[in-house]
């Protein structure tokens, strides 16, 4: 069936983007989800054909950690992308961190997103084109998935794809200045956003972040070092050769999820423990990382937000 405006209610906004909004919302039948709501470009017939083709990757609930899409529907004004709800993502826990995350934390997101692309890739032939912390979710129980597939590239601005879209930062070399004789860029360019992604998160700090403008940033990912984690903060080795591999700046010598999957570091924390809802509770109950976690790191009494 077609799903209608009227049949949800508004519980509020989760959060916005470049492209669009993201709000709570109660379908009818009492379901609790996430809609992401985005301004249509093109005609309205051309936006359902491409959400067709994204509904058969979208609705491919067999992927635990892929967010589960049930559906999509063009109105008037906007696209709706009717989404699971998750908790949070990897950029907001990073604002409320301020710091660097645990490693044994970002091994287990590693694991998730790499098998979240490979299933993409393998399955439905389809490279994300938008890895980056926000893209990546979390829910109360600590399943760690990925988000926003495909759709950047291809509701946004169907005319200008690859070049448009907000998001430069994580943008891989290739993108950026292609290769003549390779003018479509391959997986491996959602390979280095992971790479870019897991540095900014280690050290609590975006890689460029001290560029004042786009074209410098650009310019530093073509002609710079590729970033790396810092010698001084206890990353493992397998950590720090994970991500130089995954930011090998040339994209011919740069892994594939097969490679990825045989690494140390994904295979270590594959079977890991790790409480990441013990985890989550803690950050989200904090209000900032100097004000309100002692020395041990832990929350501080009277201190903390609800
Ligand atoms: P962007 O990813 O570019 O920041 P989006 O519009 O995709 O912008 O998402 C905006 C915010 O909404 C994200 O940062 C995320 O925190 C939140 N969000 C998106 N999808 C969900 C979801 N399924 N469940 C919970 N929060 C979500
Ligand atoms: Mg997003």
Known sequence: YEAKVEQFE????????????????????????????????GNREENKRILMDLDIVQKSHDCPNIVKCYGTFVTEVNVWICMELMETCFDKLKKKINGPMPE????????????????LKEKHGVIHRDVK???????????????????????????????????TAYMAPERISPDPSHPNYDIRA???????????????????????????????????????????QNFSIGFKRFVSFCCTKDYRYRPKYRDLLEHEFVRRHEHSMVD???????????????????????????????
């Open 10 to 41: 508004n519980l509020g906004q989760i959060g916005s983007g470049t492209c669009g909004q993201v709000y709570k919302m109660r379908y009818i039948t009492g379901h609790v989800m996430a809609v992401k709501q985005m301004h249509r470009s």
């Open 104 to 119: 044994n934390i970002l091994g287990k997101l590693t694991v998730s997103v790499v098998k979240a692309l490979h299933y």
């Open 133 to 167: 912390p926000s893209n990546i979710l979390v829910n109360k129980l600590g399943d760690v998935k990925l988000c926003d597939f495909g759709i950047s590239g291809r509701l946004v601005d169907s005319q200008a794809k690859t070049r448009a879209a907000g998001c």
């Open 190 to 232: 959602d390979v280095w956003s992971l790479g870019i992604s897991l540095v900014e998160l280690a050290t609590g700090v975006f890689p460029y972040h001290n560029c004042k403008t786009d074209f410098e940033m650009l310019t530093k990912i073509l002609e710079e070092a590729p970033p790396e984690l810092p010698n001084d």
């Open 276 to 306: 990441i809802p013990a985890w989550l509770r803690k950050v989200l109950i904090t209000q900032t990382k100097a004000a309100s976690l002692d020395r041990c790191g832990n929350p501080m009494q009277g201190n903390i937000a609800s």
